[in-house]
């Protein structure tokens, strides 16, 4: 009999509509869902928390991480539901602070169980099936939504509210569940670097904010966040921004981490194309580290672990470098 942990921490999936809004009320039956769609199952069912994604902490997600590696060794799957609005950062994050062959799934629902068309049961069925699935050992952390899977690091959330709302731009899902079977076309070439999370429960988290970078930026906004633990900027094209923030950003980041992605949701970020002021060589000259193939997002989640542990700034350019 396989035996799957279900790790519950809210979200949409867990809540109805009511005359207020949407609640988080009595669990769901999610065992009953399982076994009721797949026979002969063992769940055992850890309620890790109870809130909106939104509301989630650094110290919620990993613990959430810690959590689905305990279940990995005592289980044959597991699977995670989760709200959707940060479900991408977490999915990033387990791949980075878990290490196991056994499948961890991470799912959710777009609509409230009471819903017409709620997606709920039929995402997390599938989320079973994959995380059950021999063929989805070794490939690390997964999502899957609408009956797609997705590699943990690339699944995005691209949509506010429609059932459609993951995707890996810009590239593709790595299968499928179709009738019941579980099936992969592509699989990641390589894992992600193993990180963990250094922080006990009675320090402050790091505060990191992501800004993101257009026309008219001003030195006076950078201002602002000079007290800082790390600074996360997503910049135009493949890392540029204007001449006039050049000398602050360098004196920011003779004290903190100071990392620069693409906002542009495709491709990395440059290294040695543009000399001008502001381009990225001028950047990495003045310290500021590239983020390569992370977005803003991811490298905030991977920045916030790495300064959980105290990196110095070799180890934390030597880890943006290694991806």
Request: hydrophobic share 45%.
């Amino acid at each position: 009999m396989p035996h799957l942990h279900l790790l519950t921490t809210g979200g949409t999936i867990a809540m109805t509509a009511g005359a207020n809004g949407a609640q988080l009320g009595a669990p769901p039956p999610f065992v009953e869902v399982l076994t009721r769609a797949v026979p002969d199952l063992k769940v055992t069912v850890t309620p890790l928390l109870a809130k909106p994604s939104s509301g989630f902490s650094f110290a919620d997600i990993a613990g959430i991480a810690r959590a689905a590696e305990a279940a990995a060794s005592q289980g044959d799957g597991v699977v995670v539901t989760h709200g959707t609005d940060v479900l991408e950062e977490t999915a990033f994050a387990l791949e980075l602070l878990t290490r196991t062959g056994t499948p961890i799934v991470v799912t959710g629902a777009v609509r409230l169980a009471n819903q017409p068309g709620a997606d709920g049961d039929a995402n997390l069925v599938a989320a079973c099936r994959v995380a059950l699935s021999k063929a989805a050992r070794g490939k690390g952390v997964l999502v899957v939504f609408d009956d797609e899977i997705h590699w943990g690091p690339l699944a995005k959330k691209r949509h506010a509210f429609r059932t459609h709302a993951f995707s890996s731009e810009p590239f593709g899902p790595l299968g499928w569940v179709r009738e019941g079977v579980v099936r992969f076309t592509l699989t990641p070439e390589k894992r992600l670097p193993h990180l963990a999370w250094g922080q006990s429960s009675d320090m402050a988290a790091p505060a990191i904010p992501i800004l993101e970078v257009g026309p008219a930026m001003e030195p006076a906004v950078l201002e602002k966040l000079q007290d800082c633990d790390g600074l996360v900027l997503a910049l135009p094209g493949g890392g540029h921004i204007a001449d006039t923030c050049t000398a602050l950003l360098e004196k920011m980041a003779g004290h903190m981490p100071v990392v620069f992605a693409s906002r542009t949701g495709g491709g990395e970020t440059l290294r040695q194309s543009y000399g001008y002021a502001g381009g990225e060589i001028d950047l990495i000259g003045r310290g500021l580290i590239p983020a390569g193939p992370l977005d803003g997002r991811r490298a905030r989640i991977a920045l916030a672990i790495l300064l959980s542990n105290k990196a110095s700034r070799e180890d934390i350019a030597g880890f943006f470098q290694a991806l």
